[in-house]
């Protein structure tokens, strides 16, 4: 695949269309830039609409206007939450959005919440309609607070001006709702082809904020982060961002099929033969399909899905199985085992409280997310549920106790090894012959199944299965 | 099970009898009143099954399984679903291990010889007799010498011993313990069921609690309830029963249930509730019935289960043969600083269920948990069934939660007292000493509480119990109980045998007074 016809830009809060005039220059049309002013900013300042979804009827208009036969949409921050908005609707195959090939968000503002700390959201809301001096200052410290190395003199000006150009109402807007509208679940998981880029010295918004709550919603992306850039890539370094561009172009993440874990020849010789029955042999066959990796959740949200799929990994280590998927969607159906702890709220609001409490205390513990920790502080972490001995106060996000924690992870391995060893691949790896004591029979009661005739020790039938680990010899 | 030609009865009707519930307790007094002639309604909550569903496979098998959530609390919180509560035309038995141990003698007269527990209203002698009965009419397998019974016979020879059994009778040589071969109500030899299916004999499948594909499992659709269909008796599948409707003297005249989105109403001239002991006294709290004695839901018992595991130099392949081939009943006494005592059986289990075992109970993860499972095919169990003591803090009520039919979920507080633990810990000793007997290597203890037993005890005064020996409700006398609710204490004995003979002797009673 080579690049999109078009690349609709959306700036972020206090941009314009002007802040993508040097990546536009940098890859000089190929493809070709059409930035956007989004309502309230730049020349569109007169326009109002501020939430999300408008904004993204803003932008729609503009790309129904082109009619491009292929777009990628690329949103920096605030303008990364709408183009997130516009991939859903066109996935979900809106007349005239279809044609997107790629998603490039650049220190995205994520599907949920924006984790911006209170004081700051404050400090911004306190200014934005302040007398002239007050708003010119503080404007350029905004921008300066949010570069890692302070632009050129002619680029910060600018930039200021761009950010006095605003209608404060828009500003408000974004602070006080559409940053914090909540659209993890309606976005869910988008399969376009996306780029997550982040600087190294973004305050909120950096690698660690993409990686629990950007790239959750995005099955086939690649994160990239830039040294010594702050939260204004674009401004800070277009060439590196052109850059990065055409290789995302060149190689987009997320197309080779999806991997499952394999079922040895000989097992799958075995599933086939007539010692298993249909309704088994289907079954199987349907554990052993490849999980889609834009598995969108149901029971849990995206971001929460992510961490279960971190901590899956630890409990039951087997790669290209997706166990918080399909446990997501056993929980999603209401089937549940028949019991839970009492102490414990219901099943999927149980995962979601635990999951959350463990993420809280990975960022209280080591001040980054559970899913970006390796896997010795993760195991430490669950070390703790095991013991009863994680805590997590309410104010740092802790939503359940430590026996309460206990209890959970106590089912999350039950849920774990339950779903491993329905797969074919397990049933193998332990050289597990019961599948094949009986095959299909007409009636209610089967005559002639071949059973084991040889049940005592040391007494294997010739067509019984080895466990992995002993080798497949006789 | 084939329900072809059965008789159809209408809800306006009066009919003789209504159950709920097509399991150990409701199966055998289906049958014997259908066979008295009398007219007979049957309400399962779950639906009708044929074995051709059966398939090898613990996930398929979720569908047999009671998995309308129950809250599980107390120091001691028990695990229900598959571990053992079933659904279905044939309820639990269609899961259950067959392990058929009869009760022991001593066991029925607990509070005489020690002080503790209470006193069954009845004795070894009055179960005796329906304790044949069903072993006869189920084709039990079994030692064809009971060590701990001369007097008992099996009527048919034992299924062959599995791996974790020999590994077993080797270790209680050995250790001077006697063993034998498990009593199991699966045919050893081609069996006709009365009036019911050509059962095949055992293939050593291993999938007992998966449902039995065969017939070679005795559970309640391969036996009773065909026998019971051919004498005349309805069976009404998805019918979840939530009222009972009573005239002006307080007596039932009918039972409310719901079938396919509607409510519906059975008439009927008595109500035998055999709904297990989790959802009989649910329902009867439910209704806010039959509890002047303030019984209903106390004194909830499981059976302490522990299990010893151990891994093996030989290829033990545990899921190959009926699941629990050995016993030995010589700790049902064994003398100690406890009450009552245990029986010991050998365990094979399937992956899922020792996988299961082996997180949440032994709670393993990562590359052990995965190491430890690589050795599926060289582990063997054994574990107990054991005396648990009536106790005030063992309780059943409801819950505030709603189920999505609007019924408050049961809530189920469970703990071992002192006599508990005593027997545990001397019944965890004698399993390690005879798997280090055996040799094994990483053995491991885990500990599980089995069965649902009590709340709704029998006893000869409606002011501490709910049900008189016979089964029939104190208050209401219209009203009886036939399941494993009325136990007044747990016994070793697994509760299947017991809670058949006890649902024959109350049919008894019931047609003795001339219905």
Not at chain 2, 83 to 90: A, E, I, P, R
Not at chain 2, 257 to 277: E, I, K, M, N, S
Not at chain 2, 356 to 382: E, S, T, V
């Amino acid at each position: 695949m080579s690049e999109p016809d078009v690349l609709f830009c959306l700036h972020f809060l206090g941009g314009s269309a002007r802040s993508w005039e040097r990546l536009a220059r940098a890859l000089d049309g190929v493809p070709f830039c059409v930035p956007v002013d989004l309502p309230g900013f730049g020349d569109a300042a007169g326009t109002t609409g501020y939430s999300v979804a408008a904004m993204a009827d803003h932008v729609a208009a503009r790309i129904r206007t082109r009619a491009p036969a292929r777009f990628g949409l690329v949103g920096h921050s605030m303008g990364a939450k709408v183009a997130l908005a516009l991939a859903r609707r066109s996935e979900d195959g809106e007349p005239g959005l279809t044609g997107l090939t790629d998603l490039i968000l650049i220190s995205g503002s994520p599907p949920s919440p924006e984790p911006i700390p209170d004081e700051r959201r404050a400090k911004m809301l306190a200014w934005i309609d302040a007398d002239p001096e007050t708003r010119r200052r503080e404007a350029r410290a905004f921008v300066t607070a949010n570069v890692g190395q302070p632009l050129d003199a002619a680029d910060e000006d600018r930039a200021v001006d761009d950010v006095l150009r605003a209608a404060p109402a828009a500003w408000t807007a974004w602070l006080k709702s559409g940053g914090r509208e909540d659209w993890g679940r309606w976005i869910g998981v988008l399969r376009t082809p996306a780029l997550i880029l982040a600087g190294s010295a973004d305050a909120d918004l950096g690698e660690d904020a993409q990686a629990a709550l950007m790239a959750p919603h995005l099955a086939h992306h690649r994160r990239v982060t830039v040294a010594g850039v702050g939260h204004l890539l674009p401004l800070e370094r277009p060439a590196i961002l052109a850059e990065r561009l055409r290789a995302h172009f060149g190689d987009r993440p997320g197309q080779a099929d999806p991997d499952a874990p394999a079922v040895p020849p000989a097992y799958a010789a075995l599933i086939d033969s007539e010692r298993v029955n249909s309704r088994l042999r289907e079954a199987l066959g349907a554990r052993a399909a490849p999980d889609d990796p834009a598995y969108r959740p149901t029971a849990l949200d995206p971001v929460e899905l992510a961490i279960l799929r971190a901590a899956m990994g630890r409990v039951v280590p087997v790669p290209n199985l997706d166990l918080a998927a399909r446990l997501d969607r056993r929980l999603a159906s209401g089937e549940g085992d028949g019991w839970r702890f009492s102490a414990l709220p219901p099943d999927a609001d149980a995962y979601r409280a635990a999951l959350r409490t463990l993420d809280a205390a990975a960022r209280a513990a080591h001040g980054r997310p559970f899913v970006i920790l390796g896997g010795n502080d993760q195991d430490t972490l669950l070390t703790l549920c095991e013991r009863a001995e994680l805590t997590v106060p309410d104010m740092l996000g802790g939503r359940l106790d430590a026996d309460r924690m206990r209890f959970w992870f106590e089912d999350l391995r039950a849920d774990a090894v339950r779903l491993w060893l329905g797969h074919p691949a397990a049933l193998a790896r332990i050289g597990f012959s019961g599948i094949g004591a009986g095959g299909d029979r007409d009636g209610e009661i089967a005559d002639g199944l071949p059973g084991f005739r040889a049940v005592g020790l040391d007494s294997p039938e010739a067509w019984e299965p080895r466990a992995a680990y002993e080798g497949t010899a006789r | 099970m084939n329900l072809e030609g059965m008789r159809a009865y209408r809800e306006d009707e009066s009919v003789d009898a209504v159950v709920v519930g097509t399991g150990a307790g409701g199966a055998p007094l289906i049958a014997r009143l259908a066979a008295a002639g009398l007219k007979v309604v049957a309400l399962e909550a779950g639906p009708n099954f044929t074995p051709e569903r059966f398939a090898f496979d613990e996930t398929l098998a979720d569908e047999i399984y009671w998995t309308m959530e129950r809250l599980s609390g107390g120091s001691t919180p028990e695990a229900f679903g598959a571990n053992n509560s079933g659904t279905g035309v044939g309820g639990s038995t269609l899961h259950w291990g067959a392990f058929v141990p009869r009760a022991d003698a001593r066991d029925l007269r607990l509070h005489t010889e020690s002080g503790m527990g209470v006193d069954w209203p009845l004795a070894y002698e009055d179960l005796r007799p329906f304790y044949e009965r069903v072993e006869r009419f189920l084709g039990v397998s079994g030692a064809q010498a009971y060590p701990w019974d001369a007097a008992r016979r099996y009527p048919l020879p034992p299924v062959p011993r599995n791996g974790p059994a020999q590994i077993m009778a080797q270790a209680c040589e050995a250790r001077g313990i006697r063993w034998a071969d498990a009593p199991a109500a699966v045919v050893s030899q081609d069996f006709q069921s009365e009036d019911g299916p050509r059962r095949n004999a055992c293939i050593n499948c291993g999938f007992c609690h998966q449902g039995c594909r065969n017939g070679a499992k005795a559970s309640m659709d391969v036996t009773y309830l065909p026998f019971a269909v051919s004498r005349g008796a309805e069976i009404r599948a998805e019918a979840f029963v939530h009222g009972l409707e009573r005239g002006a003297d307080g007596r039932i005249t009918g039972v409310v249930y719901r079938q396919d989105g509607q409510d519906r109403r059975q008439r009927c001239g008595t109500v035998f509730l055999c709904a297990g002991a989790v959802e009989t006294p649910r329902l009867l709290l439910h209704l806010g019935l039959a509890n002047s004695s303030g019984q209903v839901g106390r004194n909830y018992m499981g059976h302490v289960a522990t299990q010893v595991w151990g891994t093996f130099p030989n290829a033990v392949r545990m899921n190959r043969g009926y699941p629990s081939s050995l016993i030995t009943e010589d700790f049902i006494r064994p003398g100690a600083d406890f009450a009552g005592g245990y029986l010991i059986q050998s365990l094979g289990v399937v992956p899922l269920t020792f996988g299961n075992a082996a997180a949440r109970g032994r709670g393993l993860w990562g590359k052990p948990l995965l190491d430890y499972l690589d050795r599926y095919n060289h582990i063997a169990g054994i574990g107990i069934n054991g005396e648990t003591l009536p106790c005030d803090a063992n309780v059943l009520t409801l819950s505030d939660e709603l189920d999505a039919r609007g019924m408050r979920k049961a809530h189920v507080s469970f703990g071992y007292s002192t006599n508990e633990n005593r027997l545990n810990a001397h019944a965890t000793a004698v399993m390690r000493g005879l798997w280090e007997e055996a040799g094994a290597e990483d053995i491991w203890v885990l500990e599980r509480v089995a069965h649902t037993i009590g709340t709704c005890r029998m006893g000869r005064d409606g002011s501490s119990a709910v049900v008189d020996p016979q089964g029939r409700s104190f208050d209401i006398d219209n009203l009886w109980i036939c399941d494993g609710s009325t136990f007044p204490s747990s016994l070793a004995a697994n509760p299947a045998l017991t809670i058949m003979a006890l649902s024959l002797r109350s049919a008894e009673a019931f047609l003795a007074e001339g219905h």
